[in-house]
């Protein structure tokens, strides 16, 4: 039991006097300006606390935030502070809380059947089975590729904007194809329709849908969620800011938190002037900044203040520490990309000699493909890494292959898993595949019409062990880590024949029954499969052998927000490369490069180092690059050093 528990909770020890002005905020609108490590996770968490403590029903406070684990992170600390009502609270991201609601009021938006949620894998695999079965435009023209299609669709609806909008904006190459686009959208969500399908986006529309339609389920839900908490409210969509306001229009008792210099997700419609007009919705909002960081040391924060201080729009904050000490950050410019990477193999040498953990480190980059070279050369000395970011578990065939079988079993109407599972079995090709789903679907019978459909003499045979797996998941109580192992053991033959490297692939799998143990109900394990899929990293390095092992980060910058290490590199601090050229065309997308280049910055603890690989060739635009990233302009030496390396 801590300290505090029982004699109440030593707030004023805990914290500084922002973070306990807004901890100890009584009712109404609040806007907490957080600054990078200025301890928002430790507000959020105390102001839990604090309201269960005053007689707070622990249910009625809803705890918006980011991923699923930053929630459950905060109600477990909550919970250590005071005591385990703390766990009531309700706590999770936008769409997990939008899928809870709906399964709630299914039958109210007209799935009494329930639905099944799509990822966003299968949702570009529906559009391009309607893409092929549309008329090409014509004049030897392609319509857009269906990964393409989907970010214009999803893009339409985050950013609540018309199609044609989108696309004479973002894509004003495809602006002639308007009508087959929308014709392609409307049988998209037709298909959706047909088959209960859900997809990420659908979830918020939905919910926004019941909030705005059904005045009852508004009331009951507003009534229901007295206090409401966002957290990361800068990476907020309009969609989800609007869902906000309507959940906290009838008392105001809303806080929300964030930072706009760390808005990121642009691209996927967060719009950081939600941040900027929080007040404007909500009429005396009270507004409370953190500026103390606990995270950095002064140098790094002096030179992060210096980066930020040119960006647009924004609320103007001043980090500062009482952490001294320290070197500024160093840019080094690095003859070549592989230069740059036996620089980084040289420090991260270096520090460990020095007493550094490899855990200790890391390497962010923008993009996945930034850090090929650098793997080479890691790999070369030796040094074990984990590389995060760009592609997720879930999302890699062998997984996704696992979890069709179990699908078809749950929502026997899923088209694109009975597919993906009968697509598996030798000689069996999507025709084939879709008139087998039709004979088992006219049964109605669930999956289980797959053993009493009339079918082919020649498919009987090639069928027999999936009728078997069939037989038996249906036969077995439901017992989610049981019905894994079956289908595991059907798979298994499949795995082996399919991939060179089903190793390293079954070790995946085996990971996932291990993660099915935990579930007791099949609907709820598939879900948070699409909206919490587990970010276990499949590109590891050397540290793949000893899972164990202390080992280096590699990481996209959007994978690395919210952490901290000792020592952060940042590669590719190239004009051209960060920013990249296609955000040098449009003044948001370049403003949305520096705060990105902010964030990775601000996960520095006591070094930073940036580096600059110089004469690069840039086929887009057949120019040589050579200067650094223009973000770093003007900094001063005593602010950012400046290094060759090697020397020339
Ligand atoms: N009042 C405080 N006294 C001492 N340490 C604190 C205080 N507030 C926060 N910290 C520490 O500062 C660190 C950063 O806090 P936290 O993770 O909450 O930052 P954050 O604001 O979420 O950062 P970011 O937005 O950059 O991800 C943590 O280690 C936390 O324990």
């Known amino acids: 039991m801590p300290p505090e528990a029982g004699a109440g909770i030593a707030y004023h020890q805990a914290l500084n006097p922002a973070q306990l002005e807004a901890v100890r905020f009584g009712d109404g609108p609040l806007l907490v300006l957080a600054g990078a490590g200025s301890g928002k996770t430790r507000t959020l968490t105390y102001r839990v606390a604090r309201l ?21 992170e905060m109600l477990q600390r909550a919970s250590l502070l005071l005591d385990a009502r703390c766990r009531d609270v309700a706590g999770g991201t936008f769409h997990s809380f939008a899928n809870a609601t709906l399964r709630r009021y299914a039958a109210v938006i007209g799935f009494e059947q329930g639905f099944t949620i799509i990822d966003r894998g299968d949702a570009e695999d529906l559009i391009g089975i309607i893409r092929k079965e549309m008329d090409p435009p014509g004049d030897g023209r392609q319509l857009p590729r269906k990964s393409t299609l989907a970010t214009i669709f999803s893009r ?23 009508d087959t686009i929308t014709t392609i959208r409307e049988q998209y969500t037709r298909r959706k329709r047909e088959h209960h399908f859900l997809d990420y986006d659908d979830l918020l529309i939905h919910l926004h849908l019941l909030l705005t339609e ?19 409210y800068q990476d907020t969509n309009p969609i989800q800011a609007d869902i906000v306001s309507l959940l906290a229009d009838a008392h105001h008792n809303v806080m929300v938190v964030g930072d706009d210099a760390q808005s990121i997700y642009a691209f996927r419609g967060a719009d950081y002037q939600n941040i900027l007009d929080f007040p404007k919705r909500f009429q005396g909002t009270r507004i409370v900044k953190l500026e103390e960081n606990y995270r950095s040391l002064q140098p790094i924060l002096d030179f992060t203040n210096r980066l930020i201080e040119s960006a647009d729009a924004q609320y103007s904050k001043c980090l500062f520490t009482r952490r001294h000490g320290g070197l500024p950050p160093v840019l080094v410019m ?26 200790r480190m890391a390497i962010l980059f923008r993009a996945g493909f930034h850090a090929f070279d650098l793997e080479l050369e890691l790999n070369r000395a030796g040094i074990p890494f984990k590389k995060v970011g760009g592609f997720k578990f879930t999302e890699s065939a062998h997984i996704k292959d696992l979890l069709a ?16 599972v009968l697509g598996l079995i030798e000689k069996i090709g999507p025709k084939t595949a879709d008139r087998i789903f039709a004979a088992v679907r006219a049964h109605s019978q669930g999956a289980g019409g797959l053993l009493s459909a009339p079918l082919k003499m020649k498919n009987q045979a090639k069928l027999q062990p999936l009728k078997d797996l069939i037989g038996a998941l249906t036969d077995a109580p439901e017992a989610v880590a049981r019905w894994g192992e079956l289908v595991f053991s059907y798979y298994l033959p499949i795995l082996r024949a399919k991939y060179d490297d089903h190793p390293r692939r079954q070790r995946d799998l085996e990971q996932l029954l291990a993660i099915m143990a935990r579930y007791r109900h099949l609907d709820d394990f598939l879900s948070d499969m699409v909206l919490e899929p587990p970010s276990t990293a499949i590109e590891d390095g050397l540290a793949a052998a000893e899972p164990t092992a202390e080992c280096l980060t590699l990481s996209t910058i959007h994978s690395a927000k919210g952490l901290e290490w000792d020592t ?18 449009d003044p948001d997308d370049l403003e949305e490069e520096r705060r990105l280049m902010y964030v990775a910055a601000t996960r520095a603890e006591r070094e930073l180092h940036f580096t600059c690989p110089v004469q690069i060739f840039d086929r887009a635009t057949q120019s040589l690059l050579c200067d650094p990233s223009r973000f770093l302009d003007g900094i001063p030496e005593n602010v950012l050093r400046r290094e060759n390396y090697p020397d020339w």
């Open 405 to 420: 079988h179990l699908r078809i079993v749950a929502a026997p109407d899923d088209q694109l898993s009975w597919r993906r």
């Open 214 to 232: 059904y005045e009852a389920v508004r009331q009951r839900l507003a009534a229901k969620y007295r206090y409401i908490m966002v957290d990361e």
């Open 568 to 585: 952060v590199f940042i590669l590719w601090a190239l004009d051209g490369r960060f920013p990249s050229m296609r955000s040098m065309e």
């Open 156 to 178: 339409a609806v985050n950013k609540q904007r018309p199609l044609e909008d989108v696309l004479y904006d973002d894509y004003g190459h495809f602006s002639d194809m308007v």
């Open 334 to 359: 690095t003859a070549g990309e592989n230069a740059q990477s036996r620089y980084v193999v040289r420090e991260v040498a270096r520090l460990r000699r020095e007493g550094t953990s490899l855990d």
């Open 52 to 72: 269960v403590e005053e007689g707070v029903d622990p249910r009625s406070i809803l705890l918006l935030s980011f991923t699923r684990k930053a929630s459950q």
